[in-house]
């Protein structure tokens, strides 16, 4: 089974440009979170969508945004970049239901680079 | 603010020596797991703990979620120069589907030959 899908691994904006990342989750899996990763913050929980619906928020600005689409595929947005969105983005599939259903399988990220 | 809390935040350990990483949580978890993310890499699932009081192990590798489950363990024997990354532990705050899943901001352990 494949794992986790993420495109593209490497990416340079400069600011106030925006930008689209793409995931696409293991089969079977139907929810989608993301998260941002910066030296000494950790993982940082952005959303996680379920359904093709915005399950839960992390405390990001408007800035950041993301969608589902039919097939759990998941792409996020960020508008107006800043020098402080430069950071490692993951995207992690999980099921649903089960004992399993918070498990989190990552893919290998975006970098984000904001110059 | 953060309400799993991992400590130490780095851990320096000599090849062959044990070492022990920390999770607390401020409210009782349903359940907690484990990640390891190599440097370079993305984080990887190693366990989940459930039940209270739940031991369980992985080679050198042993989990144990607290009786109150609102901590959690990760001890490493024998620590080989494999064993360098980051570890993070994630819970979920409640049984609801709906519940909040939160990671600890990790330990990173750098082991020396």
Redesign the interface.
């Known amino acids: 089974k494949a794992g986790v899908t993420q495109t593209p691994r490497y990416l340079i904006k400069t600011r106030g440009q925006q930008v689209t990342l793409s995931c696409s989750p293991i089969s079977g899996h139907r929810s989608v979170s993301w998260?941002q990763q910066t030296p000494g913050?950790?993982?940082q929980?952005l959303f996680e969508y379920f359904s093709e619906t915005q399950?839960?928020k992390g405390n990001f600005p408007g800035r950041f945004s993301g969608r589902q689409f039919s097939n759990s595929r998941s792409e996020m947005n960020v508008s107006t970049l800043e020098l402080g969105d430069s950071a490692l983005y993951?995207c992690?599939s999980s099921l649903?239901?089960g004992?399993?259903?918070?498990?989190?399988?990552?893919?290998?990220?975006t970098r984000l680079s904001v110059l | 603010g953060q309400q799993v809390m991992q400590i130490p935040q780095y851990q320096h350990v000599q090849e062959g020596e044990d070492f022990t990483t920390y999770c607390n949580s401020s409210t009782t978890l349903s359940?907690i797991?484990w990640?390891k993310q190599r440097p370079g890499?993305?984080?990887?699932?190693l366990i989940?703990l459930?039940k209270s009081g739940e031991v369980k192990k992985q080679k050198r590798l042993t989990f144990q979620f607290g009786e109150a489950k609102k901590n959690s363990s990760l001890h490493i024997t024998a620590t080989q120069t494999t064993d360098v990354g980051t570890y993070?532990c994630?819970g979920?705050m409640t049984t609801d589907?709906?519940g909040?899943?939160?990671?600890?901001?990790?330990t990173q352990v750098v082991v020396t030959p």
């Open positions: 998260y913050q950790g993982l929980f399950r839960n993951l992690a649903v239901g004992v399993d259903k918070n498990i989190q399988y990552f893919g290998a990220g | 359940n797991q990640y890499g993305h984080p990887v699932f989940q459930v993070f994630a979920t589907s709906w909040k899943f939160q990671f600890g901001a990790g």
